[in-house]
């Protein structure tokens, strides 16, 4: 990690906090109080979190946070191919999620892959009387129509945990009838303040019911190791898998990008976790380590220089062998990833980007826009705890602004103030931004683009900012009457 | 520990590539069509979303309206990603961030916090308040919050807060679209009634539509005529606004004074029957002049229904530019209806929807095969099979009420048809059997400005047509053999 | 006998298939395009036609005017065809069937019964004469022709027979255009400028445009400005008539007394500066008030200039609609760019349509690559060349004049592109290159109803980039493997 | 055929007689005059023409009419496929002819398949100092372009003739030194009336410049016929060559539907010519009887019942082995055109339809239509000859309207009285008359469908038929306002 104290000119941490004190004072004071533990400029060289993080999201502002739910369906279980996710309650939730997420999958949709909406689709009468018999019934069906479905989860929205099923009960039971796991995870969108708790309800679900259910038949060997918190977002996964490969590694599991239920199910008997999200999955490294002494590394994939020392990073863990192989692996790619930046930093050098996503690329794109010549001048999560934003810290230039959970209007103050050239956030903010002229690029699905992880994501990512910050689009917004 | 479900510990498999080439044919079967729409709990793939969503869309329709959810963050994030991802457009909406406490001691304090910053923060001239699943089921009284509100000072006591009961649990988007609807009439328009006034003006109800381009046909089409009009609620300059720098959260909408006076209207005409059948209900009993509510205007003769019910309404003469967009519409359906007769259709959507698309459908002589709504009632139904029953091209046809996309893929693989007319979520099912899929639905997350292309009246007949006839004719030129390849078609 | 060309008799032979393969392969390398580049004397697939199409066109634009080919009826046959196809409308238009006699005779005998017959028969308002290749090379004296007619009875005296001599073996159709309008409007303004007169409207000359929905648009642009206008010519109501049941061989076009009140005019704008050139040459010193030629506003830029323009002439502000319609143009551009952004185009066609379209892919981020005219100028040629240098997205753009669609093909082979814009005839190029055709030009006989979509204005902005994005995007729908294929693009 | 008189409810020589003085009532005297003797009521009894053909069309009217170049280019050269056709002189005849008749071609386009407009894009200069210097230049450069090309044909347009250039005298001189042949075809549009010079004048060229010089390698065979007159329009060919082929027969040539050079130059070889457009080509089916005593026959590939009679009819002239074949042939269809007629007819029967076509269709298509239940209230021919009406007077119910060259003034006011339920015509007629809500399809063109020819041809035929009549779009026309 670099030690340099970065800067901005223009951009102290007084003037920084100036800003953040003219956006607090749109609020009541009740809010002003809450929000302004929120809201402050970086330290870089403390290396610590300066906001605070994890909190009740304040009502009535406009928060870009999701819900348990989302966090469950959307991220940790609904990449998993092979298994049939059903939403189980009222239509909505499952019907928002469906396909508005971008982990790619193989196979054969509806045959061994399962890419669907699946619910339940309570209706009043099951809120009045339960819902565990509809639910006992639709995983017959479903094991029935999908026959090669590995697994079903059960994810629960908020009314059935409110009128007290017992999903539980019924999964072990149609575990048992169907010969296939059910896995039902209580992540009613209700529970905690963000998708976080949905993430950490799935990752206890994943170890109570899935992981050490499956053994890989072939002998453990030393280059086995797992991908975790790579979630395929426009094929991610497949630029990471095969770079790892390349490396010398046996990728045996990816949680759960284009994930297999039964590799998940073995993932217990590799040498190593390498993670990628380290906000939703760190739970499980942790737990893995504990109970199977697997160690765990979190690397970084986006851009040519977080690559380089992740890697080698990675590469310390093991012999000489990999060592080699990761070198010759940098040495192959590196030219390559310098022509890209010599074919855009030129158009691309000094533009200055703000952030705001969720719980990893605040932070780990940094540097991939430092490599093209660019300059992050405000970051912040939806959904980030403490120990991300002290990751922050020294990623981030000294003194530029950290948002968590910001509401829609203190991006706009400070986009104002800022005038970034580009900001890297999700599709509700988009729009806005646009019609402020302001170039833009959703960073949760890379604005239907990808992938941007790995070597072979960099190019794309590099083609997409230049189009996003150059297309002469923007030019046109103000008349010449 | 590893054994929670009771299961044994198995060993990775992957499953052999003859299995999944046998299941693959097999969904495509007839046995497995049987087997598929036998199911009785399971829903995969529905073509609706939750009331509150439409409930959003009804309160984005009126000018400085701040769409507020009463419930978890998470649901408002959905709906608004919903509607930013159809229209490409901000969808500014707020949510009182309901969490687990709320189980506990009730939405109270989420709701006046909320009511506070909201109002604060982003100044609305009302607040349109919903509700998701949590308050349903634990029962907030929405009432007593809101009053409550007002008396500790959160909200000025004159700012208008509409409030709509919306459970997911129960109907779909346009039912939200309905309830909110009719809350805030019903808010707005309180105690503004006054004997003998008459506005002059026709109250057209748009009802859950999420094509602007429809919206402004209407009011086109009601300029033509010279009718005054105000549109409940006008979602047109909301979600259609123009990129010139600067960002307005509220950039339309129906004026709140137009939408308070409009229960003194002269006319107040409601499109569809179905997406706003409460709301109808209501202002039927309480709007001044007269009132109707008739189909969605899609097709030749809908339109000419529609512009004798305008002329029948207000007096006035049907304008002679619409007599001649008329003839510009009949003359593309004369000209191109060799690109479309007998062409088999797949069709699903909401009620008011495909009641118009199945009757342009027939009009232009195609034949509208599967006919399908994923949340539908007996009466629509009965009303699908009417309109299939009037028209020989309807013969073949069949609706299916409540039964979801992936009970539509079991029909386009055991009977083909030429395309599917949806919604972006069809399109896995167009893919699998291999024919266009027609967007002339919501939403659309896939292809950009098709929300802007008006579907209904003549001009809608239009884009329509083109947009049919010329994919087939894509079709064709693409798969062609070479020899089949011709300048002209 | 058998051997009038002194060869051979030899045997009924079959191409080997490797000859064939062999050959197919080479015509698309670099090899071949030099040695296709090379040709001197051979024109294959010219996307141009000859005059008197243009011609044809013109005529057809004012009120009952007749057109009337001086020629062989062969000639007429073909020019109606090619109108009837591309608008799948009546094009009314006689002959005077000339034929070998004419040669020895001349034909002044062919046009006096042709002017007889028609006038009695069509009753027209004017018949507008033009020539095809026969009379122009025996050197039929028109002038001479039409007054004898006259004095002899076989038309009356005060009808206008405007006519223009259209060799085809000189420009192409534009060139028809611009001299049989020249021809109308000298013809019917002759004697009819009034010092001191003006009409207070605005004389709006679209060129040769086969677009009804630009000639729509413009009208609609003038009517939000509040500007009086007269359009020459008017095609729009002739190519664009209602079907009610009745047949009107004159459907609309241009009044005639306007047309003649057009030299009084306040102002004068022409749009397209190639296809006007004589016309406005000779207008711009014989028409009162202002004057002014300027490119056919294709994209946001060059429609900002028109209106501006506008609003100079004419001292009118610049409407607020036309700023909100500026708006959500942008607004289009801005939320869909990604698909369009660095696709590089083949792009031919018109010289004025070329220059509209290059100087949309370029505002738009798209690379404007093979920009060909099989019938232009060195003039052109550095125009559009000076276009391509003011962008960055012009930098890989070559220009090429006086080339046709087989070097075009032989373009496409050699470097790619995404897609290619021109007219139907292109279609064979693009299915070779495997890019989609966007029919942004004439003729267009193999797609429905593109006719009355304008590309002109910010309305053709949103038409041209939904219908190209929307294209883009369905061609990834359609050809993505299985595990590309996702619900949101 | 039939001699059963064929007539029409409300139709009589007078009413028919009545209708023809109405619209001659609009002519000028001269005008009147000259068309009065190509309009009459049939005389179905006398087999004969009932108007007077093939003369100068009236200057000033709308006629249908084409020119030699047409009939050369578009009819006989164009749909031989592996040939360069020349459009030589100015640059519209080629353009207006290219793509816009449908002779569909096998082949590789611009390999093996020459369907684009090859032109010499005559300029100013090239009328005033001649062409043939640059068509020398040309069909160097088309040689060495499409080194497959079988041979090349130059087709004059107007200018050519006038400024007495000498193709004949460089197509000789290329030819020699291409060492291919290359066809002077000296078609300019101001020959003749119409079409059918320069169909005539196509013909004569094959006799003096194609025919014997090609010889088929293998030994002739008592069942080897040639195919005329079939342009294969829309794919008729590839119906009618496959069912005469199932006949037994082998189709040496199609004359000229996608037709090869080589197989038209050896047709001098085969032991029948069968001709379906009498019109365009009876001149080279007399030319090969003189010359070389193959004898010919006309037959009719429209609807079941001519197809029946045809095929009967071509049977005469061969063997039982032919016959029993044909049988068979005509037992395995009947039945699927019974259905055919079947589905269709309940919709059609009494159906009124008026033809106005090229130089076949009028008479040949009548019994498809019967077939179907179908009346013909009046038919005439663009281009046609005595011997053309002679043989429509049988075909068309009596006393029905028989035009020659009409116009559309005409056409119209016939349609005004007749009321026909369809019109089969060509584009220039096409929107006048469905502006009148008559139903409409093009019948030189198929409008866009096809084939039409044989039984594969009958099927398409009846469906477009139904869908130009029934379709409801019709009933839409009145406004109910």
Redesign the interface.
Known sequence: MSTEIKTVEGITKESTQAMINEVLE???E??KKKRAAHLAPNDQASGSACVKSNK???????????????GAKGVVWGPIRDMVH?SH?????G??????R?N?????????SFP?????????K??VYGGDK??A??LQ??K??F??AKGISVLS???V???GDDINQV??VA??EL?I???PCNCE?????S?SLGHHISNDTIR??I???????EPVGPYDIALIGEYNIG?DAWSTKPLLEECGFNVKAVWTG?GEM??I??THQVKLNVIHCYRSMNYMCKVMEEKYGIPWIELNFFGPTKIRESLRKLAELFDDSIKEKVEAVIAKYDPQMQAIIEEYKPRLDGKKVMLYVGGLRPRHTINAYEDLGMTCVGSGYEFAHTDDYDRTASEMPDATVVYDDA???EM?HFAHILKPDLIGS???E????????IPFRQMH?W???GPYHGYKGFPIFA??ID??V?????K?????? | MANNLGLKVKPVTEIPEAEVNRVAAWINTEEYKEKNFARQALVINPAHACQPLGAELAAHGFEGSLPFVHGSQGCASYYRSTLNRHFREPAPAVSDAMTEDGAVFGGQNNLHEGLENSYKLYKPKMISVFTSCMPEIIGDDLTAFIKNARIKGFVPNDLPIPYANTPSFNGSHIHGYDAMLLAILQTLTQGKKVEGRCTGKLNLLPGFDANTGNIREYKRILEAFGIPYTVLADISDVFDSPNDGTYRPYPGGTKLEDAADSVNGKVTLALGTYSTAKTYGWLKDNYSGKHASIPMPFGIAKTDAFLLKLSELTGKPIPASLKEERGHAVDLLTDAHQYIHGKKFAVYGDPDYLLGLVSFLLEVGAKPTHVLCSKGTKKLEKELQALLDSSPFGKEGKVYVNKDLWHLRSLVMTEPVDAIIGDTHGKFAARDAKVPLFRFGFPIFDRVNLHREPLIGYQGVMNMMSTICNKFIDVVDETCDDRQFEMMR
């Open positions: 749109l609020y009541p009740k809010g009740k999201t304040v009502p009535g502002v406009m928060s870009a946070r999701g819900c348990a739910y989302a059903v309650g009222p239509v909505g939730c019907w928002y999620s469906w396909g508005t971008r790619l999958m193989s196979g054969i949709t509806g045959v061994n669907m909406q699946f619910t339940s689709d309570f209706q009043e099951d809120v509809k639910l019934t639709l069906e479903a029935d129509l026959p090669l929205e908020c009314p945990g409110l009128i999964a072990k575990s048992k010969d796991p059910v896995i969108g209700f529970r905690g303040v998708q109570d019911y992981i050490e259910t499956r053994e890989f038949p094929g284009d039964d590799r199910a073995a509401s829609e209007i706009e999700g599709i509700k988009k729009y806005l931004f646009q019609k402020m002229a699905s604005d239907y683009s083609r997409d189009m996003a150059n297309s002469p689009t923007w046109l917004v103000e008349a010449p009457f």
